[in-house]
């Protein structure tokens, strides 16, 4: 058994163990003095994967109001609004261990997300160990951009070690809140928004209004008037979208709304209905799934919900890539200047992909 394997075991083993509650009684009330004393409980302390990249990662909080825009969801709270947490590359040593969420995040989370009976607490998932830092100072240079999107009724929290592994890589990412659509988003009032749509199911409109929310983002951070103080460290010219499940649906949305992206990834998600089949005119896309889930080649209905598209007529991309236990495989369509892939390879570096 490999390493890996032997490392997935034992983390599938323990996540199938309820974790113990503080507290808890033991079998019997009255120990007798031979019998041995009931262990104490062991508190939760939850730690994210480290970064595997050279340089460390820095990560501060952005609020941003888009004033041409009532939110889609609840037109009552006004503006649109989006909780973006930035991730950079750092130097090592410098600024503060990142808390996972805010305690209003926490809260929201741990109530709605967390199996009852595990004894996790809400100050626990504020704890857990990101490997980021708030205040780290940037390292010079120019960096590409990733904009990150997560699944439905998951906040933004919930890709962290993805984004913090690709800013120790020397990426620039950009990981969006989408309030209303999860467990919650600590606004920029210090309100946490809870989730309407939990309840209701998502709207076919979802992918559409997550697509704009980030043609919002990408023009407050590469524009005239920057909102980020370290926009200097974006390389406009070399943007990327990626996103896991809707989040994923959504990447191809806002690719067809937006030239500036210029390469996304469909992370285990499908298509949904009304998705857009304008070319994508050499850019590339990148569908990543389990082949237990997904066909490689097709045999999937196009525009199912939830289940993922195929085919589809935009020729910037073919048929989904399969990730196993034992392997892993990732592949570009078509190979452009963007980003060229080999068959069961990590991805080439070339002009347009770093």
């Known amino acids: 058994m490999t390493r890996t394997r032997r ?13 113990p509650l503080a507290g808890a009684a033991s079998a019997s009330t009255t120990p007798s003095a031979t019998t041995a004393a009931a262990p104490a409980a062991v508190a939760f302390h939850g ?21 041409s825009r009532t939110d889609p969801w609840v037109p009552s709270a006004g503006p649109r609004q989006l909780a973006v947490t930035m991730f950079y590359p750092a130097r090592p040593g410098t600024g503060e261990p990142a808390p996972y969420m805010t305690p209003g995040e926490a809260r929201n989370f741990a109530a709605t997300r967390i199996p009852a009976g595990t004894g996790v607490r809400p100050e626990d998932v504020v704890g857990i160990t990101t490997h980021a830092a708030t205040g780290a100072k ?21 890709l962290t070690g ?26 920029a009032d210090g309100s946490t928004s809870d989730c309407p749509l939990c309840a209701t199911g998502a709207p076919d409109a979802l992918p559409e209004s997550r697509a704009r929310d980030v043609s919002f983002l990408l023009d407050r951070l590469t524009g005239p008037h920057p909102a980020w103080h370290l926009s200097h460290l974006i390389d406009r010219d070399r943007i990327g979208m990626a996103g896991h499940s809707v989040g994923g649906a ?19 998600g499908g298509f949904w209905k009304g998705f857009p089949t304008d070319p994508l005119a050499g850019r590339s896309f990148l569908l990543l799934g389990k082949e237990s889930d997904h066909t490689v080649g097709g045999g999937e ?19 989904r890539a399969p990730t196993t236990a034992a392997s892993r495989t990732s ?24």
């Open 162 to 187: 993805l984004a913090t592994d690709l800013a120790s890589h020397g990426y620039v990412v950009a990981l969006v809140g989408h309030p209303y659509e999860d467990s919650g988003e600590t606004l």
């Open 301 to 319: 209905t196009p525009g199912a919900r939830p289940g993922p598209a195929g085919r589809a007529t935009s020729p910037g991309w073919r048929s």
């Open 47 to 67: 730690e994210l994967p480290r970064p595997t990249g050279r340089y460390a990662a820095g990560e501060e909080v952005l609020h941003l109001t888009d004033p």
């Open 138 to 158: 940037a390292v010079g240079g120019k960096f590409p951009l990733v904009v990150l999107s997560p699944g439905f009724e998951n906040p933004r929290a919930t």
């Open 7 to 19: 490392i997935a075991a034992v983390a599938a083993l323990l996540l199938a163990l309820p974790l």
């Open 331 to 354: 592949r570009c369509w078509p190979p452009s200047s963007v980003c060229r892939c080999r068959r069961g390879r990590p991805p080439r570096r070339s002009a347009g992909c770093s």
């Open 250 to 268: 959504s990447t191809l949305n806002a690719m067809a709304d937006d030239r500036r992206i210029l390469a996304g990834a469909n992370l285990d």
